[in-house]
């Protein structure tokens, strides 16, 4: 897919960012995506700079300010065991807790669109998982979607925990989130998936992407939204996160060197 020049700046500014692990204000006015299109195509072109497997997607579902919300999550910055590095300065991380979704097989392009069952009878398991959150902007509320979109909607990785058991039979809709360190309570907060379910944005994705020519893989991992928004939390200590009475998540975040 050809990029303009425009977006070939932008694209090289943000891929900058995240080679130097800094961040900006934001993309220069001369070439900043004016439209989702124009942010989808910074999004590719900064894939390819980065040259890094995909390993997984972030997506939500789609609605009319935001015609298309999902980005590549990419292998290398996937963690399986604690401690898990974290890029950034300061005392404390953001995190987002999510539950997401592990492929079984393939979801190839076709003609037709994969149903519901079919997706779901693509899938491994469940996880829980944290979404590491780090825009490359300074302040990520100041820039419009587009903008967003093309920087991997605030992206920096996923922490992978324990299987959620019988995920196909248990409600995911809602439940609590506590954060604990130790004997303290970091956070509390009435846990409820963006989306209704976590499996909704996941059938909107497989067939999104499926349409693009770039279907979802055996092995990856798609994690679907936040049931709490962005949480920050204390970089150094054990962490234990629980999710209702579906099981617990922990983790010790640490700086990355």
Partial sequence: MTTTAAQ??????????????????????????????????????VAELVGQPVGGWKCSVPSAPRPVLAAPIFAPTIVHASPCAVAGGGATAKIEPEI????????????????????????????????LIGARYTDPALVDFPELLADSVANQGLYVGPVVTDAGHRPLEAFPITIRSGD??????????PDGHPLRPLYWL???????????????????????????????????????DLGTLAVTLTRAP
Avoid: M, W
């Fill in 8 to 45: 070939e700046s932008a694209a090289q500014f943000l891929f900058a960012a995240r080679r130097n692990r800094t961040t900006v204000p934001r993309i220069p006015a001369e070439c900043r995506p004016g439209d989702v299109p124009a942010a989808l195509a910074i999004q590719r072109r």
């Fill in 100 to 131: 997401a979704f592990v492929l079984a097989h393939d979801l190839p392009t076709r003609a037709t669109p994969y149903s519901e069952e079919e997706v779901r009878a693509a899938l491994r398991e469940a996880r829980f998982v944290l979404e």
């Fill in 184 to 193: 303290a309570v970091v956070a509390t907060r009435d846990g409820k998936h």
């Fill in 206 to 244: 497989a067939n999104y992407l499926a349409s693009e020519g770039t279907p979802l893989r055996e092995g990856q991992i798609v994690t679907t939204g936040s049931y709490c928004g962005v949480v920050e939390v204390p970089v150094g200590v054990p962490l234990s996160i629980t999710y209702g």
